[in-house]
């Protein structure tokens, strides 16, 4: 790999990046057993509370619910408000700009907190940890931040609190690589009674010219199947209904294990008495194969529902994005889906202002839409990122170029979100009941199969069973439905 003056990898290495990239057979593989460190862990929380604020994705969140875990085990008990908080951990996402101005502007009001009482330990963890820009500006302009770690070592976190205690300079603990393997037996507090998120692979190998996450999140590793389904069966004896299945690319795992992939994990995962529905994301469409089709296809408890992110609709964009397919191979897929899963829900992930995003390319895009039909999609204005290979192409589009097609492209799947459900309304839907609505706590919160929301009225003992519901209101962002008389399916 060459990397040149600016310390960016150069575009044109990367395949040749991929291909150098070792990755550990079965036998090299380390595997941590929490457990082990956890028996050097002290006491230290007693009588003392934690606030972990989260940004960005699923994964992050999944992190803090570990963090959370650890730190209970140490005697912290959750905060209710920050402010109260002796430690306040901020997990962060390096995603987009935005993202990352959030985070400094509440680390910022933190700094009077500190002065009044010295005792309060403030970290940062999460993707901005991983950058050294980052802990620069830490190490200048906010020396009151007392622990920076990274995506790699959150299994440290105890050890560094206890540093903490004893140190009035910021401990900076973030490794550069992850470690060949994975850390087994975490703690965890998870947030949702009904629903639980299992981590299947660490990692990106991707290196999508715009994106952060393989700089951040390191190379791919795959747990052993056996810890996946293990930690599944665990929770279906606990009571949970539904998983999702994470990872970055979610389809290339097993790629660092022999004789496993990710339609094995699935059918495995599908396996597991007691769980109704297991989801995953994120999806690559790169390598999305016609067996993982036909396992999705064949499973009841695999909803006929994927997250394909496409990115752009045009195959001169999704080339200087480094997406791996052209817009004619990402539309042959979704083909191949509809046909094999005709019922199937998609959905995608857009980035408008790409560099170089012309007004036709954008139009392209907004046809995409219009051809595939997706059920939703998370639109965002290209963020530039310091070190990707993005930055180097000329960033041409104006930034009210970029707004408005942000603006135009959300009126178009805005519409087409709206038809879409409104198809629905009359059909009985098969939906598991989550928790009550957060706004009303006269209402439920179900989702349906292809991960739509459906408010429904009904009695709380409903929360966590499958039921039928007739839909009866759609709206752009969630269906109304009444609970239909025999409602429970047993
Ligand atoms: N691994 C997933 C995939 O490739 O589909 C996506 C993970 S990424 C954390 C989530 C989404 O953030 C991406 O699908 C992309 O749309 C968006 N994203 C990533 N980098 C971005 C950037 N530099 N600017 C704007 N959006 C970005
Ligand atoms: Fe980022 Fe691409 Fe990896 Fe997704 S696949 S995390 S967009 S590099």
Redesign the pocket.
């Known amino acids: 790999m060459s990397v040149n003056n600016e310390g960016f990898i150069q575009i044109d290495d990367l395949d040749q990046h991929a291909a150098d990239t070792h990755r550990p057979t079965i036998a090299e593989r380390q595997r941590v057993d929490y457990r082990e460190i956890a028996k050097e862990v002290g006491r230290l929380g007693e009588g003392k509370t934690y606030f972990i604020r989260t940004h960005g994705?699923q994964m992050n969140e999944h992190d803090t619910e570990i963090m959370s875990g650890m730190l209970e085990e140490m005697g912290y008990t959750p905060a209710r408000e920050m402010y109260d908080a002796d430690f306040i951990l901020y997990n962060t996402c390096a995603?987009?700009e935005n993202a990352e101005d959030k985070v400094w502007g509440n680390l910022g009001t933190l700094k009077p907190y500190k002065a009044k009482n010295p005792n309060l330990i403030i970290g940062l963890c999460g993707c901005m940890a991983q950058e050294e820009v980052v802990r620069e500006r830490i190490r200048t302009t906010h020396p009151h931040v007392d622990i920076v770690f990274g995506t790699h070592n959150v299994h440290v976190l105890p050890s560094l609190v206890e540093q903490a205690h004893h140190s009035k300079l910021t401990i900076f603990d973030v490794w550069d690589a992850a470690h060949d393997g994975t850390i087994e037996n975490l703690p965890k507090v998870r947030k949702d009674d009904v629903r639980a998120w299992v981590n299947i692979q660490y990692g990106?190998n991707?290196f999508?010219t715009?994106?952060?996450?393989p700089f951040t999140r390191g190379e791919e590793r795959s747990r052993l199947p056996q810890d996946v389904i293990e930690e599944i069966k665990q929770l279906a004896a606990e009571g949970y209904k539904e998983i999702t299945l994470l990872g970055?690319?979610v389809n290339d795992y097993g790629i660092d294990l022999e004789g496993v992939d990710f339609a094995d994990l699935l059918e495995l995962a599908a396996g597991v008495d007691g769980i109704e529905r297991i989801r995953f994301t994120?999806s690559?469409p790169w390598n999305f194969t016609d067996k993982l089709i036909d396992t999705i296809a064949r499973h009841k408890q695999i909803p006929n529902f994927i997250h394909l992110?496409v990115?752009s609709g045009s195959s001169q964009v999704l080339r200087r994005m480094k997406r791996g397919y052209t817009r004619e191979e990402y539309l042959d897929l979704v083909s191949r889906i509809k046909t094999r899963i005709p019922d199937v829900a998609l959905t995608t992930?857009?980035?408008v202002g790409f560099p170089g995003e012309t007004e036709e390319q954008f139009q392209e895009t907004v046809s995409l839409l219009e051809e595939v039909r997706y059920e939703g999609a998370?639109t965002?204005?290209?963020?530039?990122?310091a070190g990707?290979p993005?930055t180097r192409l000329p960033d041409d589009v104006s930034e009210e170029d970029k707004k408005k097609r942000l603006y135009r492209l959300n009126e178009v799947q805005d519409g087409i979100s709206l038809e879409q459900n409104q198809k629905l309304v009359g059909h009985v839907l098969n939906v598991l009941v989550e928790c009550e609505s957060k706004n009303n706590a006269d209402v439920l919160q179900a989702r349906t199969e292809s991960n739509k929301l459906v408010h429904i009225e009904g009695a709380k003992t409903l929360i966590g069973q499958m039921i039928h519901v007739k839909v009866t209101e759609a709206k752009t962002w969630y269906l109304r439905g009444e609970v239909l008389p025999q409602g429970v399916i047993v």
Do not use: E, W
């Open positions: 994705c995603v987009r990106c991707k999508c715009y994106c952060i996450v970055q690319n994120t690559n992110p990115q992930d857009i980035i998370f965002f204005v290209y963020s530039p990122r990707t993005a």
